[in-house]
């Protein structure tokens, strides 16, 4: 980003947030332009040393004068902040990007009073780390310059996709939002599997880790299909067929299925919820 950055408050400053300043500050973002709202003293205090980011105990003082308002608070008290907030910013209305799981943008555009530009956004935690993975959707109020705002803003996290339709976010938030959490299951397994079988747990942790690593940078950095890849390292009648075929009689799809469709269906109680 370049010093044409959008001014942005953060109204909420726990983990999410913390992944996202951090993204766009290494990026180039100046913590001049970044306001936080965080009621947590600790917190704030961290995100100040962390970034040298303004900090603030209430979400009225960060906005004054954003282009673009982050809504990084849970779900649970997202209606509340944005009725606090709509009033305040009625007049300028600035862009508003919701993190949260399981709220749909109708939703916020009504707690705020209405008219608002919004765009839905679920990334995830690998954010942190600039590998984020975020899927992006954006009301018919937003215009093109502030959903490249938002995408610009996401894209310092990791990589983006716009998606078609709302009601896909819950599909998105049950791949990639959840998702790092499938990838540390299925290490944790394998560490221990590889632990019942006689290696140190630092060993069998340090090859499991680096193992899902090499494994992603191939799906990225090839660009090859996982099935091709799956296959290169499946020699006929060897030790991967042997283990790919427990998956299978274990019914390994269909469990995978059944996960995200439990996510999917938990997002959308979610948003019922509200
Ligand atoms: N953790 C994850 O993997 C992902 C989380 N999300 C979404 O991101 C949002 C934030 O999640 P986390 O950062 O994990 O939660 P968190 O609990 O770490 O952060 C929320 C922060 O909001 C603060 N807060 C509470 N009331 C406030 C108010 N009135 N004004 C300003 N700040 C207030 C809390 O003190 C807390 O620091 C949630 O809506 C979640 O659904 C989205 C994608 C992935
Ligand atoms: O588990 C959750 O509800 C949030 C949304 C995606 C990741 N964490």
């Known amino acids: 980003m370049s010093h044409t950055d959008p001014a942005v408050a953060f109204v ?5 947030a913390h992944s996202l300043i951090g993204a766009m500050t290494r990026t180039g973002t100046a913590p001049a332009r970044i306001q936080v709202a965080e009621p ?38 997202l209606g509340a902040v944005c009725a606090a907030l709509g009033p305040r910013i009625a007049a300028r209305r600035p862009l508003l990007v919701s993190i949260a799981a399981g709220v749909r943008i109708d939703q916020i555009d009504t707690w705020l009073g209405g008219g608002f530009p919004i765009v839905r956004a679920m990334p995830n935690t690998p954010a942190l780390i600039g590998a984020g993975a975020t899927g992006l959707i954006a009301n018919a109020a937003a215009t093109a310059d502030q959903r490249a705002q938002a995408e610009a803003l996401l894209t310092a996290a990791g990589r983006t996709a716009w998606i078609a339709r709302e009601d896909l976010m819950d599909a998105v938030t049950a791949l990639s ?7 540390f299951l299925l290490v944790e397994a394998l560490e221990d599997a590889a ?54 009689a274990g019914d390994f799809r ?21």
Not at 177 to 183: E, I, M, N, Q
Not at 259 to 273: D, I, P, Y
């Open 177 to 183: 939002g959840s998702g790092p959490a499938y990838f």
């Open 254 to 274: 269909r469990l995978v299925g059944q996960a995200v469709e439990a996510a999917v269906q938990r997002g959308r109680a979610l948003s019922a919820a509200h």
């Open 195 to 248: 632990v019942a079988h006689g290696l140190p747990r630092e060993t069998a942790r340090a090859l499991a880790t680096q193992t899902c690593l090499g494994a992603g940078r191939m799906l990225v950095e090839s660009g090859e299909p996982p099935a091709t890849l799956r296959e290169r390292v499946t020699s006929p009648g060897g030790t991967t067929q042997a283990a790919l075929e427990a998956f299978a």
């Open 40 to 77: 947590d003293a600790a917190r704030r205090a961290q995100l100040a040393r962390d970034f040298g980011v303004a900090v603030h105990a209430e979400a009225v003082d960060a906005v004054a004068g954003a282009d673009l308002v982050v809504l990084a608070v849970k779900p649970q008290v």
């Open 12 to 16: 909420g400053g726990g983990n999410m």
